[in-house]
């Protein structure tokens, strides 16, 4: 464990709140819609040129990474926006071909530079730490950057661009791509931010269209919690954690405590806290999947940790290959790395895979013999088309129970779940929560004191997974609605996901398995020479040049494979099957037509 966090001072269960500085935090992105900024009038000066088809890469590029972003306010008056290149193009570019060694050597290699600044800052690009230079994220990376400033040319009444809308196929957000929120989730939200609202229930019930249990369950939420405005307790509201190990029990059909579960910001902060604590030192490593979700490689490399990759069997689907994963850990053991965690994804992001119990299994038995930490991000979980989904918690239960001398009782498995996914698609609301499972008592008190640092997880999001975990039930009055609600959304993203997947066995040259589950189909494209030519003069991968090219044509920006990872060689794009309606889906098939026969 990192010894760091042991030297945090504990105070009894809590951490002491006049300890803890309120800095200004970082949000990765681009500059979201309608966000305040400081803007000066330069409507006077000449317009700059739209970014269309024909615009060259580099001069794109340039504006959009090296310098400001261009808005349009509403009487079509173009003004200046605060610079975000230096965050976008640094810190959430896209994934390079360096090895893991490479990467560690650049990082030291900038640590050690003590270049003064011109500028007469403080900070400058040679003294800020350098981890978090070397970390890369690309789902919200150059193309996501480049997509936002169409967007707000677009909402601004220009009309000149190739396309009317942007696609936001980047990312797994489903409710800006039109995913209605559930009905009952909202409500009951809405009286648990303004309680005085219960003060009228005939008006909610005989006006709103409120039923009687959504009126219960925020009452019965608000005697738990108190208030939303309030802090919990750092692991979450007890009551909430209750009703999470309660659904867990249903699901696997073992018994879970409350006591293990910890609330948490989204999925992506559990796996912060949980890499955190397992990372001892730079000589830590943990095997990732590989293509993976960069939320995994950018934590590690803030970490100073190896990311030790194990590649998924695109052959059968993106399984779990065993001997791969072996191989791979093997070759890092060689060369002194001490490898601690593995990460499984399930089901996939990108990739969209769905594991069987026998590969659940293996994996458990595998973690078993070499001791391995388990961290199971099951985030996906009621996504799946193909199959069921299967819980580790459920398989490692079963084998202890199967073979209870074996040690299983001795693998730690750490599984985590969110709201922002699912039918529920809350990103917003920032909830989730991870469950720890054979751990050692005394590091989950320091996990405790971790989690504690950050005070709680956003209580609105944690009242979120509540309702999440334990939504309408039949013979409720709101369950008929919930179930109409939640079964248009699975019915919706099975449709498009096929509708996708049919339009990439049209195109030429693109390989894409069936969609197993997730919000992702992760497709091979085999591109022309003359295409990995033209990409190499902008000193692009053919993967970047092509789906930058996309972009421009179409509006709808997805994410190259080598920013999840590929083998060498191979040539990939993630995108989601999230947005409305299938026009989009033939402009895809369109621009990969003429760029075909463009680059033939």
Same mark, same amino acid.
């Given at each position: 464990?990192?010894?760091?966090?042991?030297?945090?001072?504990?105070?009894?269960?809590? &951490?002491?709140?006049?300890?803890?500085?309120?800095? =200004?935090?970082?949000?990765?992105?681009?500059?979201?819609?309608?966000?305040?900024?400081?803007?000066?009038?330069?409507?006077?000066?000449?317009?700059?040129?739209?970014?269309?088809?024909?615009?060259?890469?580099?001069?794109?590029?340039?504006?959009?990474?090296?310098?400001?972003?261009?808005?349009?306010?509403?009487?079509?008056?173009?003004?200046?926006?605060?610079?975000?290149?230096?965050?976008?193009?640094?810190?959430?570019?896209?994934?390079?071909?360096?090895?893991?060694?490479?990467?560690?050597?650049?990082? *030291?290699?900038?640590?050690?530079?003590?270049?003064? /600044?011109?500028?007469?800052?403080?900070?400058?690009?040679?003294?800020?730490?350098?981890?978090?230079?070397?970390?890369?994220?690309?789902?919200?990376?150059?193309?996501?950057?480049?997509?936002?400033?169409?967007?707000?040319? @677009?909402?601004?009444?220009?009309?000149? @661009?190739?396309?009317? #809308?942007?696609?936001?196929?980047?990312?797994?957000?489903?409710?800006?791509?039109?995913?209605?929120? &559930?009905?009952?989730? +909202?409500?009951?939200? /809405?009286?648990?931010?303004?309680?005085?609202?219960? %003060?009228?229930?005939?008006?909610?019930?005989?006006?709103?269209?409120?039923?009687?249990?959504?009126?219960?369950? =925020?009452?019965?939420?608000?005697?738990?919690?108190?208030?939303?405005?309030?802090?919990?307790?750092?692991?979450?509201?007890?009551? &909430? *954690?209750?009703?999470?190990?309660?659904?867990?029990?249903?699901?696997?059909?073992?018994?879970?405590?409350?006591?293990?579960?910890?609330?948490?910001?989204?999925?992506? /902060?559990?796996?912060?806290?949980?890499?955190?604590?397992?990372?001892?030192?730079?000589?830590?490593?943990?095997?990732?999947?590989?293509?993976?979700?960069?939320?995994?490689?950018?934590?590690?490399?803030?970490?100073?940790?190896?990311?030790?990759?194990?590649?998924?069997?695109?052959?059968?689907?993106?399984?779990?290959? @065993?001997?791969?994963?072996?191989? $791979?850990? #093997?070759?890092?053991?060689?060369?002194?790395?001490?490898?601690?965690?593995?990460?499984?994804?399930?089901?996939?992001?990108?990739?969209?895979?769905?594991?069987?119990?026998?590969?659940? *299994?293996?994996?458990?038995?595998?973690?078993?013999?070499?001791?391995?930490?388990?961290?199971?991000?099951?985030?996906?979980?009621? !996504?799946?088309?193909?199959? #069921?989904?299967? /819980?580790?918690?459920?398989?490692? *239960?079963?084998?202890?129970? #199967?073979?209870?001398?074996?040690?299983?009782?001795?693998?730690?498995?750490? $599984?985590?779940?969110?709201?922002?996914?699912?039918?529920?698609?809350?990103?917003?609301?920032?909830?989730?929560?991870?469950?720890?499972?054979?751990?050692?008592?005394?590091?989950?008190?320091?996990?405790?004191?971790?989690?504690?640092?950050?005070?709680?997880?956003?209580?609105?999001?944690?009242?979120?997974?509540?309702?999440?975990? !334990?939504?309408? +039930?039949?013979?409720? %009055?709101?369950?008929?609605?919930?179930?109409?609600?939640?079964?248009?959304?699975?019915?919706?993203?099975?449709?498009?996901?096929?509708?996708?997947?049919? =339009?990439? %066995?049209?195109?030429?040259?693109?390989?894409?398995?069936?969609?197993?589950?997730?919000?992702?189909?992760?497709?091979?494209?085999?591109?022309?020479?003359?295409?990995?030519?033209?990409?190499?003069?902008?000193?692009?991968?053919?993967?970047?040049?092509?789906?930058?090219? @996309?972009?421009?044509?179409?509006?709808?920006?997805?994410?190259?494979?080598?920013?999840?990872?590929?083998?060498?060689?191979?040539?990939?794009?993630?995108?989601?099957?999230?947005?409305?309606?299938?026009?989009?889906?033939?402009?895809?098939?369109?621009?990969?037509? %003429?760029?075909?026969?463009?680059?033939?």
């Amino acid at each position: 464990m990192a010894p760091y966090l042991m030297r945090v001072a504990r105070r009894g269960t809590t &951490i002491n709140n006049s300890a803890l500085s309120h800095s =200004a935090r970082f949000i990765p992105g681009a500059l979201p819609r309608g966000t305040p900024s400081t803007r000066a009038d330069v409507s006077g000066l000449a317009p700059a040129p739209p970014l269309t088809a024909t615009t060259p890469l580099s001069s794109a590029a340039a504006r959009c990474a090296g310098r400001c972003f261009s808005s349009i306010t509403s009487t079509g008056k173009r003004v200046g926006v605060i610079p975000v290149a230096a965050t976008a193009a640094v810190v959430m570019g896209q994934l390079s071909n360096q090895s893991q060694s490479q990467q560690q050597q650049q990082v *030291r290699n900038m640590a050690s530079s003590s270049t003064p /600044s011109s500028s007469g800052r403080r900070l400058n690009m040679n003294n800020i730490n350098p981890h978090v230079k070397a970390a890369k994220y690309a789902v919200r990376g150059e193309l996501a950057v480049k997509s936002e400033e169409y967007r707000a040319y @677009l909402q601004g009444g220009m009309t000149d @661009l190739p396309f009317s #809308e942007v696609i936001s196929a980047n990312i797994g957000n489903p409710q800006q791509l039109d995913q209605k929120p &559930i009905t009952f989730f +909202r409500q009951v939200l /809405s009286l648990l931010e303004n309680p005085v609202l219960l %003060e009228k229930e005939d008006v909610l019930i005989e006006h709103l269209g409120y039923k009687k249990d959504v009126i219960e369950r =925020a009452k019965k939420l608000l005697k738990v919690v108190g208030s939303v405005g309030a802090y919990s307790a750092s692991n979450g509201v007890p009551a &909430i *954690r209750q009703s999470i190990a309660d659904f867990l029990e249903r699901r696997d059909g073992f018994p879970a405590s409350q006591s293990d579960i910890y609330l948490s910001a989204g999925a992506s /902060s559990g796996v912060n806290t949980l890499l955190h604590v397992v990372c001892q030192d730079s000589n830590t490593g943990i095997l990732v999947p590989i293509p993976q979700y960069p939320l995994y490689t950018a934590s590690l490399a803030v970490l100073d940790a190896h990311c030790v990759e194990y590649h998924l069997d695109e052959s059968k689907n993106w399984g779990t290959d @065993l001997e791969i994963i072996k191989s $791979s850990y #093997e070759a890092a053991k060689a060369k002194g790395i001490d490898v601690r965690a593995i990460v499984i994804i399930n089901p996939g992001n990108p990739t969209g895979a769905s594991l069987s119990e026998s590969d659940i *299994r293996s994996v458990i038995e595998f973690a078993r013999q070499e001791r391995l930490v388990i961290l199971a991000d099951e985030v996906y979980q009621t !996504n799946v088309f193909i199959g #069921e989904f299967v /819980s580790f918690k459920k398989v490692l *239960r079963t084998l202890q129970k #199967e073979r209870p001398n074996d040690g299983f009782d001795q693998v730690e498995l750490a $599984s985590l779940h969110s709201v922002s996914k699912g039918m529920v698609g809350e990103c917003g609301h920032r909830g989730g929560y991870f469950e720890l499972v054979n751990f050692d008592p005394d590091v989950q008190q320091e996990i405790y004191k971790f989690v504690s640092i950050m005070l709680c997880a956003p209580v609105i999001g944690q009242c979120l997974v509540d309702l999440m975990v !334990n939504p309408p +039930r039949p013979g409720e %009055e709101s369950y008929e609605l919930y179930k109409k609600e939640y079964n248009a959304i699975y019915d919706g993203l099975k449709e498009r996901a096929t509708a996708l997947h049919k =339009a990439f %066995e049209q195109m030429e040259g693109v390989e894409c398995g069936s969609p197993q589950g997730s919000m992702y189909l992760f497709p091979t494209i085999n591109l022309p020479e003359k295409a990995a030519e033209a990409a190499k003069k902008e000193g692009r991968t053919p993967d970047e040049f092509y789906c930058l090219r @996309l972009l421009e044509a179409t509006g709808v920006c997805v994410v190259p494979g080598s920013g999840f990872g590929q083998r060498e060689g191979s040539l990939h794009f993630r995108t989601t099957f999230l947005a409305p309606g299938t026009e989009w889906v033939g402009s895809i098939v369109k621009f990969h037509r %003429e760029f075909m026969e463009k680059y033939r």
